[in-house]
Structures are given as structure tokens and as C-alpha cells.
């Protein structure tokens, strides 16, 4: 796929556009938590300012909930990538003229490897784009409004409109080339037949022979299912990928395989045994940047949907825990999962049931820790210091401690206060109380 990068040459450069320079974010940190490469948010701070590009990343999570994009992406990372790439194209020309830079389109030509075999079209793009250019005109205006004198807010409206326009159409030309080449070759491919396929049976379209006999996989024996993953979204070497997998499937015992691209840099992969059920993985992938979700064993084609959902399910609670954890195994994860559909409801479980034990620092953390392998081992103070690595005494006195801030003793309620140190332990931060919540 080629690289295009167009400047737009009816711009009226003649006009005043030192106002955009002074576009900010209301989160001043935005930028730490950018959906885009590193390279790319210091590459556009260099050329419009960090308050513009803060401002774009911001308005692009506003477009992200509205509009959407997860469905025809998949990937979290990459579905919000998507719009945080169109926005930063947007003011970049509205500030220099310039709709795309190289490292901006490398970006947006990244998004449409992985779109295009989730079935994404022209007409969904065009959507979007359009749906950028309405949202960014009227945040804009309301912009000009607050910081510009009366006699300037309409002429600046109307080169804002202008620009955006001529932006449009010259970032659709670039990426509707660059789709229609990608989706030929996508289309020609023996990937998409095999995924085609395998999607057909996930969502109960095919589920008897003589059809599954294509896949070379047999669906009548005991399955589990992994979705592997490169942390950054970025473009792997397939047989890299494939190794992983099989490294992974090879330690659970597996002596059929069946893999299946659903991207430049995603695998979804099943492995099976005949009598008996797949063991769990117990590690990630030797290669760093790799992450892996993992679905329980479970028999037939029933199994081999379940398994695999409840691998999306672990992949899904990935982007709420640590960013160093490479390993997602649903039988870790289930309970968090069900507690984690409405993260502000879990968060309000654990303040209410930890109060001043669920802090995010490491005084409460070791509190939590002792509490947890404490009540884990029914209370017995004796295998908790043996499990957390201390003394008896330190476990008899953290335990008095905890009693103190909850201002209860463990023996009451303590099933809740279990699930609360687990999900806790499991999420984190954001179930953890703020500064401004203690």
C-alpha cells in the first residue's frame, strides 16, 4: 500500500489562524494517555503546539464515544486510534494546510489493515469522516466564541468551515485508494476464507459438516481457545505470531491446532486434544510485546465458542489492568469480569467494603495483601506468613491494623470484603479510591 502525503493547495494561507494556536486541552495530561504512536504525538507538538495536539486527542475520545468505532475495529487500542488519527489530521490542516504527514497516514494505513478484515467499508469511513467535520465545526465555533473579539469570531468560523472541507476531500482521496487496495488483497487471500469460516461457526451460522471439514480442524474434541496480541496494535511478522501460538498451545498439551489472522498484529488460535481437556497456559508468549487471553477447556462446537468468548472476555479486561501483565486467563479473571460491566459500580463496592484499605498506596497495599491471604487461609496466621514471606507477628499486627481502619473485625461480612480485595488486587487503580474520594 503506498504512502500519499498531498498538501492542500487552495488554502487561503493569507488568513489570520494564530487563534488555533491557542486551542488546550481541559485535561492538561491528556497526551500522557494518547491512543497514537509516541513518535507521532511529538512529531505533530513540534509542528502546532502541544496545547493543539492535547486539544485534538481530547475531542477525539468526545467523538469516540459517540460514534462508536469499537465494532468495526475490535482492537480498544485501535478503534480509538481511529478517530484520534482523523481529528489530528483535521487541526493539523486547519493550522498548516497539511491533512496528513507521513507518520499520521502510517498510523491511519495501520487502522485499515486491521478494519478491513472486520468487514469495515467505504461508506462507514465516510461517515466518520463526515461526522468529524460537523463535531469539529461546532466545538470551533464555540472555541472562537469564548477566546476571539465579536468582529473576528465569523470570519475565523468561515475559514475553519472552509478548511475543513477542502481537508475532507483530499484525506478521502488518500484513504479511500488506499482501502480499496487493501481490501482486494484481503479479499484474494486464503486468510479471509478461513476466517469467513471460522466466523461462520462462532456466530451458529454453520455448525455441522460437511462445511467444518475446510477448516482441518476437528470441532468434536476438547478445545481451548487464545486471542495473542501486540501490546502496541503495531504490524507483526505473521509467523512470529504463529510460533507464539504454538509455543503457547504445544504447553497446554494440544496435538491439533487451528489459527486464524483477524489482523496485521492480532491471532485468534484453537488447540485440542482427543480424550481429555487441554491444560490451561501457564505463561505468555516469549516474545515481550505479545499479550495473550486465554478462554477455559470446554468440548464440541459449543466449547470452541465458548472458549473463544471467554478469551475476548480476558482480552477485554486487559485494558483495565497493568500494562506490564501479558497473560489473561479467564479462570483468573471471571469474577472481576462480572463484577467490572459497570466499573463505577465495582469501584463504589470496594470503597464501601475496604473504606480506608482500598488507598492506592503501598502502605494499604501491603495491608491488603496480608488481609487477603489472611482470610484466603481461613484466618490462620500461620500460613499467611508463610505465603506472603514474613513473620507471624507482622501478620498478627497488620491484621489488627486493617481491623482498626475498617473499625470491624475480619470474622464479619467477610465474603464481601473478599471479592473486594480481589477485585482490587485484579484491577487496580481504577477501583482505587483518589485523593479526592479519602
Known amino acids: 500500500m503506498g504512502i500519499h502525503v498531498v498538501t492542500i493547495d487552495h488554502v487561503n494561507y493569507s488568513a489570520d489562524r494564530s487563534w488555533l494556536r491557542a486551542l488546550r486541552p481541559d485535561d492538561q495530561n491528556i497526551l500522557a494517555g494518547a491512543a497514537s504512536r509516541p513518535e507521532l504525538v511529538a512529531e505533530l507538538s513540534e509542528m502546532i503546539g502541544e496545547g493543539a495536539v492535547g486539544w485534538a486527542v481530547e475531542r477525539s475520545e468526545t467523538l469516540f464515544e459517540r460514534v462508536g468505532w469499537t465494532a468495526p475495529f475490535g482492537d480498544y487500542r485501535m478503534a480509538r486510534s481511529v478517530p484520534e488519527a482523523i481529528v489530528l489530521s483535521a487541526v493539523l490542516c486547519l493550522c498548516t494546510g497539511r491533512p496528513v504527514t507521513e507518520t499520521l497516514l502510517s498510523e491511519a494505513t495501520n487502522a485499515i489493515r486491521h478494519a478491513v478484515p472486520r468487514g469495515l467499508s467505504v461508506e462507514q469511513i465516510m461517515q466518520g469522516l463526515q461526522r468529524t467535520v460537523n463535531n469539529l465545526t461546532a466545538e470551533l465555533f464555540a472555541f472562537a466564541d469564548r477566546t476571539l473579539p465579536s468582529n473576528r469570531i465569523t470570519p475565523a468560523g468561515r475559514q475553519a468551515v472552509s478548511d475543513l472541507l477542502a481537508w475532507l476531500d483530499s484525506l478521502t482521496e488518500i484513504l479511500v485508494e488506499n482501502f480499496s487496495a487493501e481490501r482486494q488483497r484481503w479479499l484474494e487471500s486464503a486468510a479471509y476464507v478461513r476466517r469467513d469460516l471460522v466466523e461462520s461457526v462462532l456466530d451458529g451460522t454453520i455448525d455441522r459438516e460437511p462445511s467444518l471439514e475446510r477448516l482441518g480442524y476437528d470441532l468434536s474434541q476438547q478445545h481451548v481457545a487464545l486471542i495473542l496480541w501486540a501490546s502496541d496494535g503495531s504490524e507483526q511478522d505473521p509467523q512470529l505470531l504463529e510460533r507464539s501460538a504454538v509455543q503457547l498451545l504445544d504447553q497446554a498439551g494440544c496435538t491439533a491446532r487451528l489459527l486464524v489472522f483477524v489482523g496485521p498484529a492480532k491471532l485468534w488460535a484453537w488447540g485440542s486434544r482427543a480424550r481429555q481437556a ?3 497456559p501457564q505463561a505468555a508468549p516469549d516474545v515481550t510485546d505479545f499479550r495473550v487471553a486465554a478462554g477455559l477447556p470446554a468440548g464440541g462446537i459449543a466449547g470452541f465458542r465458548e472458549s473463544h468468548r471467554q478469551a475476548a472476555l480476558a482480552e477485554r479486561m486487559s485494558r483495565l489492568l497493568p500494562r506490564e501483565r ?47 491471604a489472611y482470610l484466603e487461609h481461613a484466618r490462620g496466621v500461620g500460613a499467611a506468613a508463610e505465603q506472603l514471606h514474613v513473620a507471624k507477628n507482622t501478620v498478627l499486627y497488620r491484621v489488627r491494623k486493617a481491623e482498626q481502619l475498617l473499625d470491624r473485625s475480619l470474622k464479619e461480612d467477610h465474603l464481601r470484603l473478599q471479592v473486594a480485595l480481589h477485585l482490587a488486587e485484579t484491577i487496580g487503580a481504577p477501583v482505587l479510591a483518589s485523593a479526592e474520594a479519602r
Do not use: C, I, K
Not at 462480572?338 to 492506592?360: C, E, N
Open 278 to 280: 487441554p491444560r490451561r
Open 326 to 372: 501479558r497473560l489473561f486467563d479467564f479462570a483468573d479473571l471471571d469474577l472481576p469480569l462480572l463484577m467490572s460491566d459497570d466499573l463505577s459500580r465495582a469501584r463504589d463496592f470496594v470503597l464501601r467494603h475496604l473504606g480506608p484499605l482500598s488507598s492506592p498506596d503501598d502502605a494499604s497495599a501491603e495491608l491488603r495483601s496480608t488481609v487477603q
